[in-house]
């Protein structure tokens, strides 16, 4: 049974800083690109970051560039997402997801409906 699972949300105050973790099992993940993306209530799901499946390309959300930094360590089939300088404008689920498509070694996709596989995500909340 494929999972993915979030970890690393919780309460912060402005201008802090949250390490989101998403652990996957079941299969591996190393040669496909992964993906974090964050609903807020009464919202669409929308991207946040994604990185390829070796690393070597990255992609940000305009709103979260320069802040958020997405990373990944194939060893331990996980991906992370750094996030500082948190607004409250962040607040969400954030859900990480992957992509199951190979467009070659630095490929990676914005778009929900390229991710083949979700987790149940954490919740992430900056006070102001």
């Known amino acids: 049974q494929v999972q993915l699972v979030e970890s690393g949300g919780g309460l912060v105050q402005a201008g802090g800083s949250l390490r989101l973790s998403c652990a996957a099992s079941g299969r591996t993940f190393s040669s496909h690109a992964m993906g974090w993306f964050r609903q807020a209530p009464g919202e669409e799901r929308e991207f946040v970051a994604a990185i390829s499946w070796n690393g070597g390309s990255t992609r940000y959300a305009d709103s979260v560039k320069g802040r958020f930094t997405i990373s990944r360590d194939n060893a331990k089939n996980a991906v992370y997402l750094q996030m500082n300088s948190l607004k409250p404008e962040d607040t969400a689920v954030y859900y990480c997801?992957?992509?199951?498509?190979?467009?070659?070694?630095?490929?990676?996709?914005?778009?929900?409906?390229?991710?083949?596989?979700w987790g149940q995500g954490t919740q992430v909340t900056v006070s102001s």
């Open positions: 997801a992957a992509d199951l498509n190979y467009n070659g070694p630095y490929y990676s996709s914005t778009a929900p409906s390229s991710y083949a596989y």
